[in-house]
């Protein structure tokens, strides 16, 4: 029944209405007591408390509202960091200059009638079209950010390309659909195979593409497909060599793919006959195994192990093969680190000992100190060897490679119990390698002082940025890039 039926009256109503008894009533208001005074009174207060809870707190120094939905990803000009693309819930996506525009020499206070100004929104350099659903995975491709790729849920794989190399001039190259939906997209960071990119979709597959502008005919090349899991594929991680590609699922497995044939060439057999991988590790494997599936996976520095996290905060570290013969020396604790193979100890190694075969596909550590699924993993640049998990549930946790993975800190409110979607260290080798950046559902970025153990002041809070919606409003922060780290830039849900 629509409003104004329900306030109908009959005549009758109205008559019985005006030959209402006033001694039926249970309580008689006094003539000089103002009631209506009183509820006016009440009404700003509770629309007082009510302004109160709605206003925002907002610390960028620039911001970028063409989307018109969420945004779902975002990445990061490797040569240009100021450039910066986008892909949202609106089917599109956006290059811009995230430059913060010229302040004020002087605060608003120093003018004779201050008057505040609206700020304007970055303008975009490029709108990425042709996508049918959502933009979930963008990227730009190593070495030099020639091409930009976005993937969506419409199972598009869709290429742009900057000749110019500026990072500001882009037309549209050409587009791939082998797969129903995109989960993720990551650049190769091989320096033989320039402008290479790896993918996995909900079908169980993985793809990995080279880009070729000079190739007319076919500019997207298939390098490789893969088969092997048998759920959908969530996370990748390249090796930082970019010779192996490390791949996880729902069904709780983990392959680590020969891409370029280089394992084969060094005389490394793969865990499986016939198999394309160097490592396959399913829930056939007892001590392997995760009920609910992976979600997440990294590559430590060295190349040696990978992290894979998944349901109930379940981590499990497995070995890697080195398939370079000449040991590294870019990890300074590698000529102390010699465990067992089957232990973590072992696990540091960055050559020699640990550079062999034999430590491809152990199982070098399983843990869990977190209650959710693992959303986000990372880890530190050397000489740090920590690895940061963050959780759906809200908490970070930092394991010291070095250590067996000993849980150094585990940070219990980072997000106010709101799930974590991304923890990053900042790229610098030597000072500032210890922050950590964090974005989570609660709508703010937060960096962390990773040194220390567990009495590290405020869990080692350096600082926290607002400025979008979050705690269960249909906001979150759902990534950002921060190169050097001395700026964030972040995606918003909202």
């Given amino acids: 029944m629509s409003a104004h039926e329900t306030h109908h009256q009959d005549p009758e109503d109205e008559e019985d209405d005006a030959m209402f008894d006033p001694a039926e009533a249970d309580e008689e208001i006094p003539e000089d007591e103002d009631a209506h005074m009183d509820s006016d009174e009440e009404a700003e207060a509770d629309t007082s408390a009510t302004m109160e809870e709605i206003q925002l ?6 911001h970028f509202d063409a989307h018109k939905d969420s945004i779902f990803c975002i990445a990061q000009h490797p040569i240009h960091p100021e450039i910066v693309a986008t892909g949202g819930g609106d089917d599109c996506g956006y290059i811009f200059d995230s430059t913060p525009p010229d302040r004020p020499v002087l605060p608003s206070s120093y003018q004779s009638n201050p008057q505040p100004i609206e700020r304007e929104s970055l303008p975009a350099l490029h709108k990425l079209e042709g996508h049918t659903d959502s933009l979930n995975a963008i990227t730009f491709t190593l070495p030099k950010g020639e091409y930009l790729a976005s993937a969506g849920l419409d199972g598009k794989l869709r290429v742009w390309h900057d000749p110019s190399g500026s990072g500001r001039q882009w037309s549209f190259l050409g587009e791939a659909a082998e797969v129903d939906e995109i989960n993720w997209l990551i650049p190769c960071p091989h320096p033989a195979h320039p402008n ?27 390098v490789q497909a893969f088969y092997l899991h048998t759920g959908p594929c969530t996370a990748g991680a390249w090796t930082p060599d970019g010779k192996l590609l490390a791949t996880v699922s729902e069904d709780s497995s983990l392959y680590v793919w020969d891409v370029f044939g280089e394992a084969a060439a060094a005389g490394l057999t793969s865990a499986q006959s016939g198999s394309p991988s160097v490592v396959a590790l399913t829930d056939a494997d007892e001590r392997f195994k995760v009920e609910g599936g992976l979600f997440s996976v ?34 300074p604790s590698s000529k102390k680190g010699a465990g067992s193979k089957g232990k973590a100890g072992g696990a540091k190694q960055a050559g ?12 070098l550590a399983s843990f869990q100190a977190q209650a959710d699924s693992v959303e986000t993993l990372a880890f530190s640049p050397p000489p740090l060897t920590l690895l940061a998990a963050g959780n759906v549930d809200g908490t970070i946790a930092l394991f010291d490679s070095a250590h067996r993975f000993a849980v150094r800190r585990h940070i219990r409110d980072a997000h106010d119990e709101e799930a974590v979607i991304k923890v990053e260290f900042v790229r610098s080798q030597g000072a500032g390698g210890w922050l950590l950046t964090s974005c989570g559902n609660d709508g703010v970025v937060r960096r962390w002082d990773t040194r ?9 809070l350096v600082g926290e940025w607002k400025g979008h919606r979050g705690g269960g409003e249909g906001g979150g922060v759902m990534g950002f890039v921060q190169g050097g780290g001395q700026y964030v830039v972040t995606a918003g849900d909202e």
Avoid at 57 to 62: H, L, M, Y
Avoid at 205 to 221: E, F, G, K, Q, R
């Fill in 57 to 62: 707190e907002n610390d960028s120094v620039a």
């Fill in 196 to 222: 290479t990119v790896a993918l996995g979709a909900n079908d169980n597959s993985v793809w990995v593409y080279t880009i070729n502008a000079a190739d007319a005919s076919s500019p997207l090349t298939i």
């Fill in 298 to 331: 990294a590559v430590a520095p060295n190349g040696t192990f990978a992290a894979v996290g998944g349901a109930e905060g379940h981590i499990r570290i497995v070995g890697l093969p080195h398939l370079d013969p000449t040991p590294s020396s870019s990890t």
């Fill in 352 to 363: 020699g000992a640990a550079a062999s075969s034999g430590q491809a596909g152990a199982l």
């Fill in 452 to 460: 220390g153990g567990t009495a590290a002041a405020a869990q080692g």
